[in-house]
């Protein structure tokens, strides 16, 4: 927007998001056209507030703000810890020989990633992500999808597939994969796809996200919605989401009162199997549940890592560093690598 100010005339965008203070920019629209105002949401509530208040209008930049909403929830809630191994409350010994050992209490355990986690860290940096007019869009496709891979693949390998055949205890393994998320004006499904927490609103039915606790007032279906998820959850998402929810719920409540999945509550589902077992892991698509029998291995981890055409050696050794840092740095494998011991 095009705005005459004290004889000069600067644009202004809709909706702008500034990562240095993780604040969010509106042009306050219920004012216009007979005033001119900015205004600033200074965390994820208050950027919900202005979508709920119609501060902010029109279907792309609703969907821009919202998304932005999202970013700020992630920056300012995930800020990973650093682990100190002291031997006493964090065992000091590799997690792999205390598993061999069966030194810990084997209980019965659902364990899962989502296909893409990384995005939701992806979107909210500005180096892949930037504002066009009303909507968002990923800079560059192939290094947004590289990043996302390198990461989110070594997330579920070393959460859940290195898990798996070490634990001794029935374990149920799963991957979530629904991205049935609305592509215009912003293409939230390439944006977040399978992110990181959206599995959190199909476990609990609510489709509130990890970080957005004030909702909505339910909707005539009876939903209750948090605001900044609205660009994510819509009307025309609402049979696959609910699909994908009733069967979650269902698997996780019958886990909860007998330590197996099964068939569900109603047994109404296929039978979830443990990974001993079975050898397979239960996969939740837009369309359907599947089974996937394949491990993430660590070799072609590496191997994809130092293969990657487009980073620089200096971002795959940022990348090798940040997924191999627990239980202590590979100083020897970096030095191996010509990366710095940062």
């Keep these: ?195 990181h927490g959206i599995e959190l609103a199909f476990v609990f039915g609510t489709f509130e996200s990890a970080f957005i606790r004030d909702s909505l007032p339910a909707t005539d279906q009876g939903e209750t919605v948090a605001d900044p998820f609205r660009a994510l959850f819509n009307e025309a998402n609402r049979t696959s989401r609910s699909r994908v929810s009733k069967s979650m719920m269902s698997y996780w409540a019958q886990f909860a009162r007998t330590g197996n999945p099964g068939r569900g509550t109603r047994q109404e589902l296929p039978e979830w199997r443990d990974w001993q077992a079975s050898q397979r892991k239960l996969v939740f698509t837009n369309t359907a549940l599947a089974w996937d029998d394949k491990l993430v291995d660590e070799n072609e981890l590496l191997k994809a890592l130092w293969a990657a055409p487009n980073l620089s050696e200096k971002e795959k050794c940022a990348v090798f560093l940040d997924n191999t840092m627990y239980p202590s740095y590979p100083l020897t494998a970096l030095t191996q690598r010509g990366c710095p011991r940062y």
């Design 1 to 195: 927007m095009n705005v005459t100010l004290h004889g000069r005339t600067p644009h202004f965008r809709t909706v702008a998001f500034d990562s240095r203070k993780n604040s969010v920019q509106l042009i306050e629209q219920r004012l216009l056209p007979h005033e001119f105002k900015l205004i600033e949401t200074k965390n994820f509530r208050e950027t919900a507030r202005a979508i709920t208040d119609m501060v902010v209008r029109g279907a792309g930049a609703i969907g821009a703000t919202a998304a932005y909403g999202l970013a700020q929830g992630a920056r300012a809630e995930y800020d990973l810890p650093s682990v100190v191994y002291d031997g006493v409350l964090i065992p000091a010994e590799n997690h792999r020989s205390l598993l061999a050992r069966g030194a810990y209490n084997a209980v019965p355990m659902i364990i899962g990633g989502n296909r893409d986690e990384q995005k939701l860290f992806l979107s909210s940096d500005p180096g892949f992500v930037r504002t066009v007019g009303d909507r968002l869009e990923v800079i560059d496709e192939s290094r947004y999808a590289t990043f996302n891979r390198l990461y989110s693949d070594w997330w579920n390998y070393s959460a859940v597939d290195d898990l798996l055949p070490r634990l001794h205890s029935r374990v149920y393994g799963y991957r979530f994969e629904w991205d049935d998320e609305p592509t215009s004006p912003t293409d939230l499904q390439k944006i977040f796809g399978a992110a």
